[in-house]
């Protein structure tokens, strides 16, 4: 447990800074599920302190990922339970982009996480639930760039549709956390629509009508394309660089299509 704990249990980064609810629910969950992990890490010196300016550059970029994957996990217990139902595809989504990168053990305790969350969501009841995550939406985005926080999204995303039906109370509540995020919630739209090979859903991925002109199509994509360009959010991993590749691909696939059926 102690190795795999190293991907939430080491420093959180910007998470722990600054009184918010992400550290407050980091603070309760490592400590219950990464207590092991945390004392590797944790020495007499520096337990329950964050010295940003005592970290390596290798340790700041740990803990941006850190932070990123608990976020990640925070905002798709939302998610998850928006339609009243905690379906097993999306749990499995979630353990699955864990295990696959970081190992079973890892995966596990991801889903502890979840479980944890469901509880405290419970406990806290719906209304302020919600706020405790509008208020770490709120925080996330004052610590993440824009591309990050694409990115995280788009995970919620995947998450959402995992179980192969989405419901327009998750769709909703996707949209809240972008608004939240400080994104436009046609973003949402947009990553909804990757993977299809419909011509609608290409302009939709661009975000335009389709009888847009030649020029605002090339000009949403260029946008599109440097917002969403994988070496944006190389920073938080391998893992998540790849996942960003993907999306990448799949947004210049759309762009094929309506180039394709315009001539361009």
Known sequence: MMAAG???????????????PLGALAGFFIGKVFSEGMDSVNTYENS?????????????????????????????????????????????????MLRTNFG?????????????????????????YRQTIRESCMHIARNVDYSGRLQLLNFLVMIAQADGRLPQEEISALRECAQWLQMQPSEVDSLLNLGHD?????????????????DELRRAYRKLALEH???????????VRRAAEKKFQEINAA?????????L
């Open 229 to 239: 360009h994988p070496d944006r959010v190389a920073k938080l991993g391998d893992d």
């Open 255 to 263: 762009k094929e299509r309506i180039w394709k059926a315009r001539g």
């Open 198 to 214: 419909d011509l609608e859903s290409a302009y939709k991925v661009l975000g335009v009508s389709p009888d847009a002109t030649d």
């Open 104 to 128: 079973e053990v890892a995966a596990q305790q991801g889903d502890q996480i979840l479980r944890r969350l469901f509880d405290e969501a419970k406990e806290q009841g719906d209304y302020h």
């Open 48 to 96: 329950g302190t964050f010295d940003s300016e005592r970290l390596s550059g290798q340790q700041r970029r740990e803990g941006d990922r850190n932070s990123f994957l608990f976020s990640m996990l925070v905002l798709a217990s939302y998610i998850i339970r928006a339609d009243g139902k905690i379906m097993h595809s999306e749990m499995e989504a979630v353990r699955q």
């Open 6 to 20: 190293k991907w939430i249990g080491g420093v959180l980064g910007w998470i722990l800074t600054g009184g918010n």
